[in-house]
């Protein structure tokens, strides 16, 4: 009787396609899609944009565009938060556009934080580069994780999760933190609660933390009164 070889089976080479098919690719992992061309910086003025920007005519590049020097000024930290966040992504660095990759600066007063935040679209490593901070995440499955990082340190927050950073040492602190993502968002906790237009309803935020109504109006009132600029 013949044997049939099974790798020359119509139903195992379809079983075969469908398995691969399923698999978790890395370029459907990554953060931003991989470019299809050297550059596309960014045309900050075209009307439309979808996953990215539209490149500028590369006739119209030059190496400025490839060039930022927004993180070479310390960040104004007189903000409710004693904190500063100074962003080069693909808005404030167009050259970026397409290279899935922006970095922040992070300046701290004494006693400073950077509030608890996500970034939807990226991982972010924070390297310190001055001072002593706190780092912190938590997990979708409440777990905290932290360490106090010094001067050439780094740590990793894994993509979409809550974090934040806090300078705990005796003067000012910096920290620079990385995205594998040319626009990666960020959802700052206090500020999408109580500062956010329009307002989430107090009964609902009365609700959530289990306090009075007067408790959030007060909260309320200190944000809209005191953000200053703090930005992200």
């Known amino acids: ?8 089976s119509p139903l195992y080479m379809l079983s075969c396609l469908v398995m691969l098919l399923l698999l978790p690719l890395p370029s459907l ?3 931003d899609p991989d470019p299809l061309q050297d550059f596309c910086v960014a ?25 930022f020097d927004g993180l070479s000024k310390e960040g104004n930290t007189s903000t409710i938060f004693g904190s500063n966040v100074t962003a080069a992504n ?6 970026l556009n397409t290279l899935g990759s922006s970095i922040n600066r992070v ?3 004494i006693g400073g934080v950077n509030p608890p935040h996500s970034h939807p679209r990226s991982t972010e490593t ?3 580069i001055s001072g002593q901070v706190l780092v912190g995440f938590v997990t979708t499955g409440n777990v905290y994780f932290s360490k106090v990082l010094s001067a050439g340190q780094i740590f990793v927050i894994p993509r979409g ?13 910096l920290i620079f933190t990385t995205f594998n993502s040319q626009l990666p968002g960020a959802s700052v906790v206090p500020l999408n609660l109580f500062a956010s237009t329009p307002s989430i309803p107090n009964d609902v935020l009365t609700k959530t933390f289990q306090v009075e109504d007067d408790v959030v109006n007060s909260i309320k ?3 809209v009164v005191k953000l200053g600029p703090y930005s992200r």
């Open 221 to 223: 009132s200190k944000f």
């Open 107 to 109: 300046d701290f007063a």
């Open 1 to 8: 009787m013949m044997k049939i070889n099974p790798s020359a």
């Open 43 to 67: 045309d900050l003025s075209a009307s439309t944009s979808v996953n990215g920007f539209l490149c500028k005519p590369a006739s119209n590049v030059s190496s400025d565009d490839f060039f």
């Open 90 to 95: 693909v808005l404030s660095f167009p050259g």
């Open 29 to 31: 992992l990554a953060s």
């Open 161 to 173: 999760l809550v974090h934040f950073q806090k300078n705990v040492g005796p003067g000012k602190a």
């Open 126 to 128: 924070d390297l310190v």
